[in-house]
């Protein structure tokens, strides 16, 4: 993933052989009463979660709500909905003025994701103190998307892969949701567990009418304009478990994915770490060799491509 006048990079991703999602309720000062299943970042402290409608609802079709907590001094952060920022729906937020401009962006290589056209992102709710910014928000026609011409979804149904990326330098223009950006600080890959995150029609109600909220504040409306607000210097920042690995194999190169499969099938937990950008098909690698354009068979399969 790469962002920048280039944008969400792979300049190092971390992807675990194992879940790295679990349920989380947004309870206490600032919260929502709403829970998802969320992604939990340990260096950043930082929280991306998502919650789905039944699946083939008619009522709810096509959408998510999701949710972002970033430190105050993530000036932007994003998540790509699938293995890698190339031919994947990005969205993306940041703070401006006590409110979050979000959009919804594409990528067809390692440059700057252009404005994307289609999905309709409302704000259900903002919360910013002095240590965090977190943004609910509402993404319908979020889960199918076409990218120069191919087709991409977001199945909850089936275990996902996921990126985010995560910034301290600010867009170039704060109030435009169609700024540029510099390149992330950084950004990585990881596991989940989507079908934990699907709930029954009346609780997604529930949660888009906003009876669910323990806030004591007037939470905000649906509108995209509207926001809640506070100057409190309380963290509503989660706390996290440490994951025992039984192994931690370092370089996801044809031997590391190997041993890596090899040591999942036996059960074992297993943190895959990788400097570099992705490697394989599956995990967001689109360099090929001329011969082998319109396949899934990277150039990483074929080391003797390289110049």
Known sequence: MRFGQAVLAAA????SA??????????GTGG??????TYFDPVYNARYGWTFPPTGSTT????????????IAGKWAGVALGQ?????????????SGSIV???????NYAQPTVYSGPTITTLNTYINATHWKWTYRCQGCTSWTINGAAGKLDPTQYCVFGWAYSTTPVTTPSNPASNMIQHDDARLFGFNCTNGIVSASTYASYLSGSVTTTTTSKSSTSSTSTKTSTTTTSSVPTVS???YDYVVVGAGNCGLVVADRLTEAGKNVLLIERGGPSTYATGGREFAPWL??????????????E
Not at 32 to 37: A, H, I
Not at 84 to 93: A, D, H, S, T, Y
Not at 102 to 108: D, E, I, L, Y
Request: hydrophobic letters at 40%.
């Open 293 to 306: 354009t319109g396949t899934q068979a990277s150039i990483h399969f074929y080391p003797s491509s390289w």
């Open 60 to 71: 709810y079709p096509s959408e998510f709500i999701g949710q972002f907590t970033v430190p």
């Open 242 to 244: 440490a994951t025992p």
């Open 102 to 108: 979000k959009s919804a962006r594409q990528a067809v």
């Open 84 to 96: 890698g920022m190339n031919g994947n729906l990005l969205v993306v937020g940041w703070p401006n």
């Open 18 to 27: 194992v879940a790295q999602s679990s349920q989380y309720c947004d309870a």
């Open 12 to 15: 190092t991703f971390v992807a």
């Open 32 to 37: 929502t009463g709403l829970c998802f299943e």
